[in-house]
């Protein structure tokens, strides 16, 4: 596995301001990946970021609302926008790693701690 | 629409019993499955992975896949309070995507 940090781990803001949430892992991943969590519910995919090519978002969520960054191979953020309540949520880092156990080439997901945040 | 479906919750199992968590999957395409476990305001962490018919163990878990029936199971023997939490099933398609199930809740009585 890696090790995931992300930052902040909650943060209360208030209605139409920006967040930026940061993650960071300990090794070089290709592929990098931001869910949301919304109360009592599951996962949800935002988008996934790959370093040196924009982001893919899944539909439902767009660039504007969500721009996120990938500079480099261990790094990446996402920004959410003009935060509404409807924004409250857990979102979730996430990296693809390949299993180095005994079926090759498979990659398994591993996710960070996740930022708590609460628009108000 | 990849669709994962789970079991309803809440699943009460009392100490010591086996839990059993189901899944299917609507994509005859997909290649892995995995679950995870999620405790009360915590993120998932990725407890079985399963990539071929049959059954995986690991400890006290163990997976069990059926391709033909599109259908992911996992075991938990011996069942101790510390495994209540969100079970969720995951599974990935073609692409590099997961689709997550809803999550079952195990809840182990003392």
């Known amino acids: 596995s890696a090790v995931i940090s992300q930052k902040p781990s909650r943060d209360i803001c208030q209605r139409g301001t920006s967040l930026t949430i940061q993650c960071q892992v300990d090794?070089?991943?290709?592929?990098m990946f931001w869910y949301r969590q919304q109360p009592g519910q599951s996962l949800t995919l935002i988008a996934t970021?790959?370093?040196?090519?924009?982001?893919?978002?899944e539909s439902g969520f767009v660039i504007d609302k969500f721009p996120i960054s990938r500079p480099n191979l261990t790094f990446s953020t996402l920004t959410v926008s003009n935060m509404s309540p409807e924004d409250s949520s857990i979102y979730l880092c996430?990296?693809?790693?390949?299993?180095?156990?005994?079926?090759?080439?498979?990659?398994?997901?591993?996710f960070g701690p996740g930022t708590r945040l609460t628009v108000t | 629409q990849k669709e994962v479906e789970q079991n309803s919750g809440p699943l009460s199992v009392p100490e010591g019993a086996i839990a059993s968590l189901n899944c299917t999957y609507s994509?005859?395409?997909?290649?892995?499955f995995f679950w995870y476990r999620q405790y009360s305001g915590k993120s998932p962490e990725l407890i079985m992975s399963?990539?071929?018919?049959g059954d995986k163990e690991d400890g006290r878990f163990t997976a069990q896949l059926n391709k033909a029936s599109q259908y992911v199971s996992l075991l938990i023997r011996d069942s101790q309070p510390s495994d209540s939490a969100t079970y969720l099933c995951?599974?990935?398609?073609?692409?590099?995507?997961?689709?997550f199930g809803a999550g079952t809740t195990v809840t182990v009585r003392a």
């Open positions: 995951a599974v990935r398609s073609n692409d590099y995507k997961l689709s």
């Open positions: 399963i990539y071929s018919n």
């Open positions: 090794s070089q991943v290709t592929m």
């Open positions: 996430s990296v693809r790693l390949l299993f180095t156990g005994t079926s090759k080439g498979v990659y398994e997901q591993y």
């Open positions: 994509d005859r395409g997909s290649q892995s």
């Open positions: 970021a790959n370093q040196g090519s924009e982001a893919t978002y």
